[in-house]
């Protein structure tokens, strides 16, 4: 009997050795020392020894089954140790590695040229004045000279949302707005806007756009001023070589009326497709401001004399970035308004 534990323990310990898991571990465990194992088999065969022989062979029996136990035991720490080993590796992070860029918006390329036109004339001193949306007809047509049933009225056509009260056709009602708020002061604002009119989008017209207004009224303001302060902001725009000409035109609220172009900003002047081979590309519209918008503005036209200018802001960023189609400026798609990101 003897043998046969001893045999046990050879047998086991071999067996052991060459456990590579924990499952594997625990079925030897089962296998020797488990209540049907080989172990207590062999312990059964006890009954028919001597008084003498039982506790010498219970020792052994101990003895075996105690080096069974501490191998068991100590390849499950292995186990554990590998198993938490391989946690941490797992686990492990690099806290050098750089992170993950989030994809950040950019401001919209309409808004970064507003607020650069804005800047140019802030620069000159002049204040930002704003004005409803939603105007009345008084102040969108007749104060600005362009009485009901006047003709030039369909210059703009209007989405009126009663008789009196329409969506405003152009920013020009901020400039009698104003002048009625500064009761006789002299005034040098431009007023930024959304503008609506009842246009059919294409590639240069749209039902919503964005206009910038500008408003000057003092003592002895010359056409001059007008001049030289727009030539300051083209060159300001476009860059120094721009130059500007006024061509004479009509606006009922100006007197005299003046269409300003600007040298071509894709060939300087030469002439090429994108000025129609004339060297110049029409940017705004701007005039003497018309003595009836002064006097129902508040103001006297044989003290005071002014200048005003309106241009759109969608038609300065088409010419200053090259882009064919307003319409991209609406259809969000962030291929074209990331590549303003870094402008
Ligand atoms: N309001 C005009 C338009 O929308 C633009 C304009 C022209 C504004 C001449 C002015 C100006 O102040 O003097 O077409």
């Not at 606006?251 to 003046?258: L, Q, V």
């Not at 103001?299 to 010419?319: C, H, K, N, Q, T």
Request: proline share 5%.
């Amino acid at each position: 009997m003897k043998e046969r534990l001893e045999g046990l323990r050879i047998e086991a310990l071999a067996e052991l050795e060459q456990v590579q898991n924990p499952q594997t571990l625990n079925d030897l465990r089962v296998k020797y020392l488990g209540k049907k194992g080989a172990l207590t088999e062999i312990l059964r065969g006890m009954g028919g020894l001597s008084a003498e022989e039982r506790p010498i062979i219970g020792q052994v029996a101990n003895d075996v089954r105690a080096a069974i136990e501490a191998v068991i035991e100590q390849k499950q720490e292995t186990f554990q140790q590998e198993e938490t080993n391989n946690r941490l590796r797992a686990e492990t992070i690099d806290v050098t590695l750089p992170g993950k860029a989030l994809p950040t918006g950019s401001v919209h390329p309409l808004n970064k040229v507003a607020q650069e036109i804005e800047d140019v004339f802030i620069g000159l001193g002049y204040s930002i004045a704003e004005g409803p949306e939603v105007e009345t007809d008084y102040y969108n047509f007749e104060a600005l000279n362009l009485p009901k049933n006047h003709p030039a009225r369909d210059m703009q056509d209007s989405f009126y949302i009663t008789d009196d009260i329409l969506m405003r056709t152009h920013t020009s009602p901020v400039q009698v707005r104003t002048m009625k708020e500064s009761k006789g002061a002299p005034i040098k604002v431009i007023c930024p806007g959304k503008v609506y009119r009842r246009d059919d989008d294409d590639a240069t017209h749209s039902f919503q756009f964005n206009q910038i207004e500008g408003l000057v009224i003092g003592r002895n303001i010359r056409m001059s001023d007008l001049k030289g302060t727009l030539l300051q902001f083209v060159q300001q725009m476009f860059g120094e070589q721009a130059q500007i000409r006024l061509r004479p035109s009509f606006f009922p609220f100006t007197e005299p009326s003046a269409e300003v172009d600007v040298t071509c900003v894709q060939c300087g002047g030469n002439g090429c497709r994108m000025c129609k081979q004339t060297g110049w590309l029409e940017i705004l519209g701007c005039g003497m401001v018309h003595p009836r918008v002064l006097e129902m503005g508040g103001y006297d036209p044989e003290e005071v004399s002014g200048f005003a200018f309106g241009m759109g802001v969608e038609r300065i960023a088409l010419l200053k970035y090259g882009i064919d189609d307003i319409r991209h400026f609406y259809t969000n798609d962030l291929r074209f308004l990331g590549q303003f990101a870094r402008m």
